[in-house]
C-alpha cells in the first residue's frame, strides 16, 4: 500500500507524524529491490529488500 505525503510530494509505503514536533517521517519500499530468499541462502547474509528512510531509522525488521 502506498500513503500519500504532506503538500503532494509523493506517497510512502509508511508515514509517521511526530507527536512532539508534528513533523511528518517517512519509510519507502524499494520494490525493485525485492529478492527471494530460499533454502539455499539459509545460513548466509542476503539482501531481501531495501527502503528508503526520510526522517526514521529502522531497527527491526519483521518479513511477513
Known amino acids: 500500500d502506498s500513503v500519500p ?3 503532494g510530494r509523493g506517497s510512502a509505503t509508511m508515514v509517521q507524524k ?3 514536533c508534528s513533523r511528518e517521517s517517512s ?3 524499494l ?3 525485492i529478492k527471494p530468499y ?3 541462502d539459509s ?6 529488500v531495501e527502503f ?4 526514521l531509522e529502522p531497527v ?5
Open 5 to 7: 505525503l504532506k503538500g
Open 18 to 20: 511526530c507527536k512532539l
Open 27 to 29: 519509510i519507502d519500499i
Open 31 to 33: 520494490s525493485q529491490t
Open 38 to 40: 530460499n533454502a539455499e
Open 43 to 48: 545460513e548466509k547474509f542476503k539482501t531481501i
Open 52 to 55: 528508503e528512510c526520510r526522517g
Open 60 to 64: 527491526d525488521f519483521q518479513p511477513q
